[in-house]
């Protein structure tokens, strides 16, 4: 009898649970703010709808802030840029998650792209050349300062609100370099082949950009499980692509914590470039 009380408990715990979600409004950068907004709701309900967990949202314009709330265990799970979780977060405190992707093997690795007439040696040899990036996603100028700076000294940062946009601005000659993802650039080729024509990717990083999604490392392991598992299924049913189809992904992936590694070795080089240069 008393493992049947035990059972029915455990049960109306993780049925009646609220999970507390905090998402990074510029993670997703590509998506209006009030259609963001309308569209994680949607998502996540989906996820959790197969669960009968009731979530409450809560949507950050400062990663500090959200940050804060996850070191202090007020997030369940948190949706941000890679390089914030870095800078913002007790990575101690993170457990896998998941993220978006697609099937096709376009990735997130940022890139360097010239001219298909150009080269690095080139780039160099320029009196002030300008490198185009989208503005919002602060990994790409630290990836630029790093990769660059021990080839050009000095360089002019143009910044643009999509990350296709940087891509046009060296298209048009409006800048030297550009510094985007291999999934961004395939993209652009596909929409228009004489970008890939005219340009070329010239260095390819180990680093992704993008959003990444984690748990706190205190959530129940049950329900992460339960949660990831649908996540990963959810391109398997025509509602689930059309959901995805909102954040320009067809698919959801794992995403892990160790996934971060290579972001934290790329800041850590930066943080000492800087302060040798001062």
């Known amino acids: 009898m008393i493992r049947y009380i035990v059972v029915f408990l455990l049960s109306f715990t993780l049925y009646a649970s ?24 949607l998502w996540i309900q989906e996820i ?21 709330d996850f070191n202090s265990g007020d997030l369940d799970l948190v949706i941000d840029f890679g390089i914030n979780f870095i800078k913002n977060y007790e990575t101690d405190k993170l457990i896998d998650g998941f993220r978006g992707g697609m099937k096709n ?11 298909e007439s150009s080269s690095l040696e080139n780039f160099v040899k320029l009196k002030k050349p300008i490198v185009a990036l989208q503005g919002i996603e602060e990994i790409f100028k630290i990836y630029a300062t790093v990769d660059l700076i021990n080839k050009k000294k000095s360089f002019t940062f143009l910044e643009t609100k999509k990350r296709r946009g940087a891509l046009l601005k060296l298209f048009f000659n409006k800048a030297d ?12 080729k596909e929409l228009n082949p004489q970008i890939g024509k005219k340009l070329k990717v010239v260095s390819v990083s180990n680093v992704k950009a993008g959003a990444y999604g984690y748990f706190h490392k205190s959530f129940d392991a049950y329900k992460r499980e339960a949660m990831i598992n649908i996540a990963l299924n ?6 689930g692509q059309q959901l995805l ?21 790329l800041y850590e080089e930066y943080i000492k470039l800087k302060k040798g240069r001062k």
């Open 177 to 188: 370099a550009a510094i985007v993802t291999e999934k961004t650039f395939n993209f652009a």
């Open 234 to 239: 959810l391109d398997k049913s025509v509602r």
């Open 48 to 68: 959790i709808s197969q669960t009968q967990y009731t979530a409450t949202y809560i949507d950050y314009d400062n990663s500090v802030s959200m940050g804060k």
């Open 105 to 115: 093997g376009h990735q997130e690795n940022i890139i360097i792209v010239l001219n």
């Open 18 to 41: 609220d999970i507390k979600i905090g998402y990074s409004v510029e993670s997703m950068s590509d998506i209006n703010k009030k259609d963001l907004k309308i569209s994680m709701v």
């Open 245 to 265: 189809s909102l954040f320009k992904i067809d698919v959801v992936k794992k995403s892990r914590v160790i996934e971060l590694t290579n972001i934290k070795k």
